[in-house]
């Protein structure tokens, strides 16, 4: 393959924008190269500056469950363009939207939407703080809840790509609320509610963890923090930024019976949009401004192309009832594919799957936690990446992501994967 323009281009890149990239996980730095700079997508495929084709398993990193370029999603995005890219005034399409949400999700009376997961969680937070009265959190070491300050510790995705568990320009006043449990260790949030119990506003889990590659919560696990949070008075979020829509029509909460206090949505939500979303029982909603006096605010919350992207997506997932179902069974497919080319070279691989989402580990015991995840051998996977995308597969490029499926991936594709990585394979074993 060549890649002289993506080089030329990645050049440039980086003269005017720190690293070439908007953010970090974009810039291949842990599994080396140059990323290829995309032209254009079409359904399950990314074509690149040089005219290389790849079969995309990163879907904008998850948003995009339909592939690129859905003619539906289009034309409704079309259509609302004609009409005015933004008001910063009500419109219906954004209750049209919440209606969908409230119906699917029996833990969301309420829903505000914002334009980025981070900001959603960022929001929810907040929220469970002037709701309960209380300032600490607790978070799960290898999950992420975006880039804001408080939720930057041993967060997930690329913050552990690059060692850097928490960053730099966060002042530890604004982490000293933050405690931190093991995932998946019920006896480390116990530990949590034993030294702070009066003081903790929430426990925020992603119930699908994706940002440390993915580990699902067990189901005595969620049922336990819903048993602490009720008895401590905290409340518990899910973050289904990832999951939701993901995992199931209705993420995480399709699979558990747990339910949560607050939900956080994003990702597949805009349909390829910057749209994040909160929603929860109506008593903590209505503690927002302007009903309530909890501030939260957005110029282009709401936005009306991005909500009718996302209100596009939704209806066209309700009308797929079968959708989830083929999806998960392609992603099985895929990585069972890879666990049987991995053995056969004697490369211990644990592969997982939730709905439309795959994780593969390049490790030889079961993933759990974090602590099990940061013992893979992330070098194997950096080279397996580079023998994938050289063959045209392109895989999220960091061992702690999650890779998806979409609907316009058909058996051929799975299967030309599975034979592209037998040979990659056989090259690195
Ligand atoms: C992606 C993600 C976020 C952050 O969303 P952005 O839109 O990138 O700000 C938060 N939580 C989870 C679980 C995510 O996967």
């Not at 300032?135 to 913050?159: P, T």
């Not at 990832?242 to 949505?265: E, K």
């Not at 009306?304 to 209100?311: E, N, R, T, Y």
């Not at 992330?378 to 023998?387: D, I, L, P, S």
Request: glycine share 10%; net charge negative; aromatic share 8%.
């Amino acid at each position: 393959m060549i890649h002289d323009k993506s080089i030329a281009a990645y050049e440039a890149a980086r003269a005017v924008i720190p690293g070439g990239v908007d953010s970090p996980v974009r810039a291949f730095k842990s599994v080396g190269g140059t990323p290829p700079f995309i032209e254009r997508g079409e359904g399950a495929y990314l074509i690149d500056i040089d005219g290389n084709r790849y079969i995309d398993y990163v879907q904008s990193w998850g948003p995009l469950i339909f592939g690129h370029c859905d003619t539906d999603i289009e034309a409704a995005v079309i259509g609302s363009v004609r009409k005015g890219l933004s008001f910063g005034a009500p419109t219906e399409t954004e209750t049209e939207l919440a209606k969908e949400i409230v119906a699917l999700f029996e833990s969301i009376d309420k829903v505000r939407f914002v334009s980025s997961g981070t900001e959603a969680v960022m929001s929810a937070i907040r929220l469970a703080r002037g709701f309960t009265g209380r300032d600490d959190i607790v978070k799960f070491e290898g999950c992420y809840h975006g880039h804001s300050d408080s939720l930057l510790v041993q967060a997930g995705s690329g913050a552990v790509t690059f060692g850097t568990p928490s960053s730099p320009g966060v002042p530890a006043d604004l982490t000293k609320h933050t405690l931190l449990a093991k995932y998946n260790d019920l006896g480390s949030v116990e530990k949590c509610f034993a030294d702070a119990s009066d003081s903790i506003a929430c426990v925020i889990i992603e119930p699908i963890a994706g940002n440390m590659g993915l580990v699902p919560a067990e189901e005595a696990f969620l049922e336990g923090l819903r048993q602490l949070c009720d008895a401590h008075g905290a409340l518990l979020i899910f973050d289904e930024v990832m999951s939701g829509f993901r995992a199931s029509l209705r993420g995480a909460q399709g699979i558990t019976s747990v339910t949560p206090d607050l939900v956080t949505l994003g990702k597949v939500i805009g349909g390829g949009m910057p749209v994040g979303a909160f929603g929860g029982r109506e008593e903590i909603m209505n503690r927002l401004s302007p009903d309530g006096p909890v501030y939260q605010a957005g110029t282009l919350s709401g936005n009306p192309v991005a909500m009718s992207a996302g209100l596009a997506s939704l209806r066209k997932l309700k009308e797929m009832p079968s959708l989830y179902r083929e999806l998960e069974q392609k992603a099985t497919r895929l990585v069972e594919g890879f666990r049987a080319a991995a053995e056969h070279f004697g490369i211990p691989l644990q592969v997982e799957v939730r709905g439309s989402m795959f994780g593969f580990f390049f490790n030889d015991k079961e993933v759990k936690n974090f602590d099990d995840a940061l013992a893979s051998d992330t070098e194997r996977f950096a080279a397996f990446h580079r023998g994938m995308l050289e063959s045209g597969i392109y895989l999220a490029c960091s061992q702690f992501e999650t890779g998806f499926i979409c609907s316009a991936m058909d058996d051929a594709m799975i299967s030309e994967t599975i034979d592209k990585a037998f040979k990659v394979f056989k090259e690195i074993a």
